[in-house]
Structures are given as C-alpha cells and as structure tokens.
C-alpha cells in the first residue's frame, strides 16, 4: 500500500464548482504539503501544515484552502474552480526531526481539469 | 526569484551515455540538497541528496557534484539507460526554513 494516498486520482470539473481532493499518510508524519505541478513550472507550494489545525500559505495559494484535521488527513479545497486550475496536484509529507532534513515524500497525484 | 535554477530543459541521451543535469542556487542558507525523479503518471520520488560540506555522493550509477563555492551542483547519470527516461529535479532545502525549493526539473529521454 502506498505510503501517501490522493484521492480522487483524476477528477473533470465544471468552472464555478467547488471541489475538495484529499490525501492520507500512513507515514505517521506531522508535516504535510500541497503543492501543483505545470509544465515548465515545476513544483509550487500551495498550502503546508506542520500538525494538526496548524495551516500555512505557500506561494500561490489564492484560490485554494485546505484543511488538517487529522495527523494523517490533509485536504485540499477549490472553491469555485476557474480553468487555469488545471494542473496536477501532490500532496506530500515529511518528519519533523532535525536528522530527518525534512525530506519530503510525495504522492502519485491527482490530474484536475476544469472546463 | 527563482532560488534554484537547473538545466537544461530537457535532454536526450543515448543508451550507455552520461547524463548531466546541473543547478544552481543562490541562498548561503541551503544545508541539504536532495534530487528527486518522477517517472510519468507517479510522484516525485527522492533519488538521492547530499550535504554541502561533501564534494561528491554516489549511489551506483548516480553522482551528485558539490562546488560549494561557486553554489553549484549537478547530477551524472552514468551508463543511462531507457529506464532513467524520467523528469528529474534537484532542490534545496535550509535553515529555519522549512521550504523544499525545487528547480523546474529536467526531462531525461534515454534512446535505446
């Protein structure tokens, strides 16, 4: 079983719906990380969570909110999705012990296209 | 501001050739830096990563180069293979901060 599960792992939407994609850990991690991948982009951070109820911005979270309410659980919300929300969406996590280099371990993604 | 730049874009390799990805940095700050490697339809997966006070790490046919001075690393794919076809990214991570900076990656086509 995969260590860091996203559910749904492709999702079609309509522009204007809200849609919510989640992700689990059997890790047992304190950190947790939302990031989108374009082409050509790379990797951007959108949300991170250092425990549970603990929510910070990344560096294009406009558009998007997440919630941690659970050690395992960190979801990622769109509330009105636009198309230029396209993209691929990871979630990953990490330990929170200095030795651990806060590595990060990802997910397989969720393929989101809005039209 | 783009805290770790890597090139190329893309590169194609043939079987058996040396694969080099490079990347720079920019922050003194940065006291770890791991590259990753995502086959299509995966996640990023570490590869492997190394400290900034060894010049070089190598796992098998992996290297990573370490010029602290000139804030500089790469990764050498040695014997590349069709299997190593893959987008590979190098990044950094330091300080207090928590943030893993990633390069915009590299698509890696190894031809038979």
């Known amino acids: 079983d995969a260590d860091v599960t996203q559910t749904p792992r492709n999702r079609i939407t309509k522009t204007g719906k809200r849609i919510m994609l989640e992700c689990s850990q059997t890790?047992?991690?304190?950190?947790m990380y939302w990031y989108r991948q374009d082409p050509g982009l790379g990797l951007r951070l959108i949300y991170y969570?250092?425990?549970?109820?603990?929510?910070n911005k990344g560096e294009i979270s406009d558009g998007y909110s997440v919630s941690r309410q659970a050690q395992a659980k960190f979801s990622l919300s769109l509330e009105s999705a636009i198309p230029n929300q396209t993209a691929l969406y990871f979630c990953?996590?990490?330990?929170?012990?200095?030795?651990?280099?806060?590595?990060?371990?990802f997910g397989a993604g969720t393929r989101l296209s809005v039209l | 501001q783009q805290q770790v730049k890597q090139s190329p874009q893309s590169l194609i390799v043939q079987k058996g050739g040396i694969s080099i990805i490079n990347c720079a940095y920019e922050n003194t700050a940065f006291d770890y830096f791991p590259w990753y490697q995502q086959f299509p339809g995966k996640g990023p997966a570490l590869l492997i990563a190394?400290?900034?006070?060894?010049s070089e790490k190598k796992e098998g046919r992996f290297t990573i180069s370490f010029n602290k001075s000139a804030k500089q690393f790469s990764l050498h794919i040695m014997d590349s293979q069709p299997g190593d076809s893959a987008t590979y990214f190098c990044a950094a991570i330091g300080g207090s901060n928590y943030k893993l900076t990633f390069g915009k990656g590299t698509l890696l086509t190894v031809n038979p």
């Open positions: 969570s250092f425990d549970v109820k603990d929510i």
């Open positions: 890790k047992g991690h304190d950190r």
């Open positions: 990953a996590t990490s330990d929170n012990r200095a030795s651990s280099k806060n590595i990060q371990y």
């Open positions: 190394i400290r900034p006070d060894v």
